[in-house]
């Protein structure tokens, strides 16, 4: 079991929108910045938000982050079928002094 | 470019010892703290292991605590991990990371795998 909480998986049709949430504690999402993760079939992770809702250069404005308390949620606007991938959230622990991670959600791209 | 290339993989018995390399290029390595997170295969994302530029402080998830040591040599730009007491439970790819403000692991390498079996 996580720490941090997602759900399995999503789907919706090309061109729609998804958001993929991320539940946690105050010793974790609640007290530290979120980032999230792609991680396509069979390559490493790539960074897609950083600091709860800011994105690196060259990741599409289609793609936002957003956090609310214990919680946060990635934004994918304009899905498009190579959006198929798993996202993971992530962020410190502090009580437990540990990175942790979501357990990743699939989104599949009807 | 930033590049981060792990090495050091393969099959292990039970028990034994490996030690994961990181070759870290396109930065000063030195300037920054270092990650080590595994991913089982067909499993979720796993943080393994920080730790800071000048390797005085480190990090370690609760079932790696006594058996990993995570290591850095900055004039070798290069970033380590000796798993010891290796558990099948420890089969993964093993992905090394930079981290930059606040756990943000902003570059990755591609990843080794680890097998540990009989």
């Known amino acids: 079991q996580s720490v941090l909480t997602q759900p399995p998986s999503v789907s919706a049709a090309p061109g729609q929108k998804v958001t993929i949430s991320c539940s946690g504690s105050s010793s974790n999402i609640g007290n530290n910045y979120v980032s999230w993760y792609q991680q396509l079939p069979g390559t490493a992770p790539k960074l897609l938000i950083y600091d709860n809702d800011k994105r690196p250069s060259g990741i599409p404005d289609r793609f936002s982050g957003s956090k609310s308390g214990t919680s946060a949620t990635l934004g994918i606007t304009g899905l498009q079928t190579g959006d198929e991938a798993d996202y993971y959230c992530?962020?410190?622990?502090?009580?437990?002094?540990?990175?942790?991670f979501g357990g990743g959600t699939k989104l599949t791209v009807l | 470019e930033v590049q981060l290339v792990e090495s050091g993989g393969n099959l292990v018995q039970p028990g034994g010892s490996l030690r994961l390399s990181c070759a870290a290029s396109g930065f000063t390595f030195r300037n920054y703290w270092m990650t080590w997170v595994r991913q089982a295969p067909g499993k979720g994302l796993e943080w393994v292991a920080n730790i800071k530029e000048d390797g005085n402080k480190k990090y370690y998830v609760d079932s790696v605590k006594g058996r990993f040591t995570i290591s850095r040599d900055n004039a070798k730009n290069s970033l380590y991990l000796q798993m010891n007491s290796l558990r099948a439970e420890d089969t993964a790819v093993y992905f090394c990371?930079?981290?930059?403000?606040?756990?943000?692991?902003?570059?990755w390498g591609q990843g080794t795998l680890v097998t540990v079996s009989s």
């Open positions: 990371a930079r981290l930059v403000a606040r756990q943000t692991k902003d570059y």
């Open positions: 992530a962020t410190w622990d502090s009580s437990l002094s540990a990175g942790v």
